[in-house]
């Protein structure tokens, strides 16, 4: 699999039930910016099994190439923007613009908007609030690759930055929410486009039978009371009335003669290693 930075974790938390429930091996090798992952899926070569984008126009454009497996587009969370400030304060969510305006951070970090769809969503909250532009001009917006390097470089300071909320949720070793920060302020979804984040099946997938499965055990119920409490939204059902449980018969257990258990693999893309690259 190739999976976005912001959900790396989650699903890493998720492995072990997926493996010792169906008795398939996830890879978690390596993770990265949405834009970049799409690149290296559409690269059939690489014998990527899925892709879990961050957004649902990197995988709209691997379906327009023929990349993607038919109907195999699913929504498996719907992404929320965070505010991190780094203060002991309370910061409404209407309120972050008058914050930055007033107590003018030395920096404003976010991802890259052209590759990370988090960096995208952040670029237009700080245009709607008439900063962005400013922010450049004063050299105050420190852009990075991946949006999980940007949390990395404010989480243990006071720098400000927008980032996933799925980063800054804090959970109970079991993957558990137990609450946001004081210093971290949900960012409006009115001042962005949704973050619809969505997952497809490559057509060079050597266990469509196994990633099929992968995919039903993200869209269950279960998985999504889970993935909802690690900062997320649910992925809206297919249909209305519709609940999307697990049930036995999706299990490779049942067909073990006809779908030999399968690793699956996951791609990360490191900041060093695209830097390399070139891309």
Not at 132 to 157: A, C, G, H, M, P
Not at 260 to 274: D, E, S
């Amino acid at each position: 699999m190739a999976v976005a930075s912001n959900f790396y974790h989650v699903l890493e938390i998720l492995k072990d039930q997926f493996q010792s429930r169906f008795g398939h091996t996830l890879e978690l090798t390596f993770y990265g910016s949405s834009g970049g992952l799409k690149t290296l899926v559409s690269d059939d070569s690489e014998k990527i099994d899925l892709f879990l984008s961050a957004d649902n126009i990197n995988t709209a454009e691997l379906e327009q190439q023929g990349k993607v497996l038919e109907n195999s587009r699913k929504i498996y969370a719907q992404g929320l923007l965070a505010f991190w400030h780094g203060q002991n304060v309370v910061v409404e969510p209407d309120d972050i613009k008058t914050y930055i305006r007033e107590t003018n951070p030395p920096a404003i970090y976010i991802a890259e908007p052209v590759y990370a769809p988090y960096g995208h969503a952040a670029k237009s909250v700080l245009e709607k609030y008439g900063l962005y532009q400013t922010l450049k001009d004063q050299n105050k917006l420190v852009i990075r690759r991946f949006v999980k390097t940007v949390w990395k470089l404010i989480k243990d300071s006071t720098r400000a930055g927008f980032v996933a909320a799925s980063l800054v949720t804090k959970t109970d070793s079991n993957g558990n929410k137990i609450d946001l920060p004081v210093g971290v302020t949900l960012v409006p979804q009115r001042l962005y486009t949704p973050l619809l984040q969505e997952l497809v099946i490559l057509k060079a997938t050597e266990h469509e039978a196994a990633a099929r499965t992968l995919v039903d055990f993200l869209l269950s119920d279960e998985t999504q009371e889970f993935i909802a409490a690690n900062g997320y939204k649910r992925a809206p059902v297919e249909r209305e009335g519709s609940s999307r449980t697990l049930s036995p018969a999706v299990s490779l257990h049942k067909h073990e003669s006809r779908f030999p258990k399968a690793v699956l693999v996951i791609v990360w893309l490191n900041t060093a290693l695209w830097m390399l690259s070139g891309a």
